[in-house]
């Protein structure tokens, strides 16, 4: 039996399990070169996205059911915004998690992105997950003021190689030589985040 990941409300976004019938919005979202102007700096081919990205979006793991990917959609208009990701950290253990994210234009400047992760982290520590990371270009000011609202720590900066793509979250190849700046990696630990009060 395949576990999906439940679906997730926010006050004001549904995050759910990707399906079929997401391929156009994803076509677009990362068709868009604005949105992908720091994670791939080009838009993704269509056919790239329907033979490799939606398929990795709707792979689940029933071992590890505080990770997977969600649709990301607004509650009160059914809208599709972008999505969300849990993802293990490469190279680490199960209790490791990378955050991620990425959200149309129209969804920016709404605070959609905290709300979606804050969720997802809370998600993750509730789920025994230790520690929770995300990294971003140095020139996305505001995917750093997220992962700073969210509490998280900036531990490295280092330079961005095809193979760190690889194992990221972003499932996008990145050409060689896509920008010159700095990756920056953050964390936040299960005993740094704030614990609901008890009743």
């Known amino acids: 039996m395949v576990l999906k990941p439940d679906t997730i409300e926010t006050p004001r976004l549904?995050?759910?399990?990707?399906?079929?019938?997401?391929?156009?919005?994803?076509?677009?979202?990362?068709g868009d070169c604005d949105v992908m102007r720091?994670?791939?700096?080009?838009p993704t081919a269509p056919e790239t996205v329907a033979r490799t990205v939606l398929p990795r979006f709707m792979r689940y793991d029933h071992c590890r059911p505080a990770l997977g990917v969600w649709a990301a959609e607004e509650k009160e208009t059914g809208a599709f915004v972008g999505w969300f990701s849990l993802q293990r950290k490469r190279g680490g253990s199960n209790s490791e998690a990378v955050l991620g994210f990425r959200l149309a234009r129209t969804a920016w400047g709404k605070g959609y992105a905290t709300e979606g992760s804050r969720a997802l982290v809370a998600r993750a520590f509730e789920l025994g997950v230790r520690s929770v990371g995300a990294t971003t270009y140095e020139e996305n000011v505001a995917s750093q003021r997220v992962l700073e609202k969210l509490g998280m720590t900036l531990v490295r900066r280092y330079k961005l190689t095809p193979a760190d793509l690889a194992g990221g979250v972003t499932f996008d190849p990145s050409p060689e030589g896509a920008w010159d700046g700095d990756e920056l990696e953050y964390v936040l630990h299960r005993s740094e985040w704030p614990q609901p009060e008890r009743t």
């Open 38 to 42: 720091y994670i791939t700096g080009a």
């Open 14 to 30: 549904r995050l759910r399990p990707f399906g079929h019938g997401d391929l156009n919005h994803l076509i677009e979202l990362h």
